[in-house]
């Protein structure tokens, strides 16, 4: 009885000694492997589309985020993100019990072992230089996984109407190259406010832009007898205005400033004229630094270049006023200068006269005293430094009622013209 339970033990023992070198012999991704018969199948098998029925869609699960936004170019209507994207869709043929595999629930394998779906992306121009992740992740559920990281040069019609207020939004459609939704069916799986929440966590780089947020859609276009549904990711995103407001925006208003002081130089000599074509061509530069900027494609103008336009055209009215002035004082000048000429030759001859009259009685008459004489002698001396300012001529005058008259209309006029470019600037389209 003894012998026969020791028997017993004995063959538990080895029975447990077995099953555990057993379980230690499938302690390695290789017994995986090899359970699942990879390393054996053929290319072509990988190539198929994994499911048991074929008109079992495959649903392919799509994530994105954004984590740096590297640059905008508005001149050639270009958005450059650096994005990581992760895809994961169900492989019918893959999957495996941990628990006899010593608890292994995923493995990463080398990507060319799977097949992927073919998702693109619409407005991606120009292909990511750096690889593609070498391998995807397989889990026992037969889920597979594949994470990217992508620096995307992508289209992205930009609307620069409020420039440098403006706000862009560019969008990042994914969609199936050829399958059709029956056959792949591709999903969003977080919302726009999780990817919003996640994408500020891990931002780095947002160059001179804001970021705001990210909304997450999906559209199924009709493709001759098949739909077709794609995912769409919009970046919302708004400009920082601060650099473009103290380099552009502030010195063109300076420029309006100081033609504006010009008003108080004499309209007389030339400094005034050369002085506000200076103004003039410094806006002129300025508008040839904004045509570099914006792009030539846009419907509308944009309102940075209606504010230059504006200016510009404030200081050429005013430009125009200067010259209308100084013609209209010349005009009065010139025959009056010939008028004052004769009329002085006239006086001096009659002053002349009237000396010697005075001069030849003060030698006749010697009984007057020699305080009187000094009397006479400075009355003739004032007499003849006398002389009388004249008085403006009529174009003279013309020219001064213009200069006041355009003055209060030219200060109105930039008054106005500021509150609407305020006003337009603040306005949300």
């Not at 072992?113 to 750096?130: C, F, Q, S």
């Amino acid at each position: 009885m003894l012998g026969g339970v020791l028997l017993l033990l004995l063959l538990l023992s080895g029975v447990l000694f077995a099953g555990g070198a057993a379980a230690e012999e499938n302690c390695s991704y290789q017994d995986v492997l090899d359970h699942l018969n990879l390393t054996q199948r053929s290319k072509l098998f990988y190539m198929n589309r994994p499911v048991q029925n074929y008109k079992t869609p495959t649903e392919v699960h799509l994530d994105l985020l954004l984590y740096a936004i590297l640059e905008v170019k508005e001149k050639d209507q270009k958005f450059v993100p650096y994005v990581w994207t992760t895809m994961w869709w169900q492989n019918d043929f893959v999957s495996w019990d941990p628990d006899e595999f010593c608890g292994i629930s995923y493995l990463s394998i080398p990507n060319e072992l799977m097949w992927k779906p073919d998702i693109t992306i619409v407005e991606m121009t120009e292909r990511d230089n750096a690889p593609p992740s070498p391998y995807i992740t397989l889990t026992s559920q037969g889920n597979v996984e594949i994470v990217n990281d992508q620096v995307l040069t992508s289209t992205c019609r930009m609307q620069i109407y409020k420039f440098p207020f403006d706000t862009q939004s560019c969008n990042l459609t994914f969609k199936s190259f050829i399958h059709s939704d029956e056959e792949i069916k591709l999903v969003h799986h977080l919302s726009s406010a999780q990817i919003t929440e996640e994408s500020r966590d891990v931002m780095r780089i947002q160059s001179e832009w804001l970021f705001i947020n990210i909304t997450v859609s999906s559209i199924t276009n009709k493709i001759f007898l098949h739909s077709q549904t794609s995912v769409i990711y919009t970046v919302n995103m708004k400009r920082r205005s601060a650099l473009y407001i103290v380099n552009f925006i502030l010195p063109i208003l300076f420029l309006l400033c100081l033609d504006l002081s010009s008003f108080m130089i004499s309209d007389s000599g030339g400094e005034k004229l050369g002085f506000k074509i200076t103004v003039l061509l410094a806006i002129t530069v300025m508008q040839l630094i904004l045509n570099e900027i914006l792009p030539s494609s846009s419907n509308s103008i944009p309102l940075i270049a209606v504010y230059c336009i504006g200016v510009f055209s404030l200081m050429m009215l005013s430009l125009l006023e200067t010259v209308l002035v100084m013609y209209l004082i010349e005009k009065d000048s010139a025959p009056r200068d010939d008028e004052t000429e004769e009329e002085g030759k006239q006086d001096s001859n009659k002053q002349f006269y009237s000396y010697q009259k005075s001069s030849s009685r003060l030698m006749e008459e010697s009984h007057v005293s020699e305080n009187l004489l000094d009397e006479i002698k400075a009355l003739n001396l004032l007499l003849k430094s006398r002389g009388e300012e004249p008085k403006p001529g009529y174009w003279t005058r013309v020219a001064q009622r213009v200069n006041k008259a355009f003055c209060v209309f030219y200060l109105i006029s930039v008054a106005l013209f500021l509150i609407y470019m305020f006003l337009n600037w603040n306005y949300d389209l």
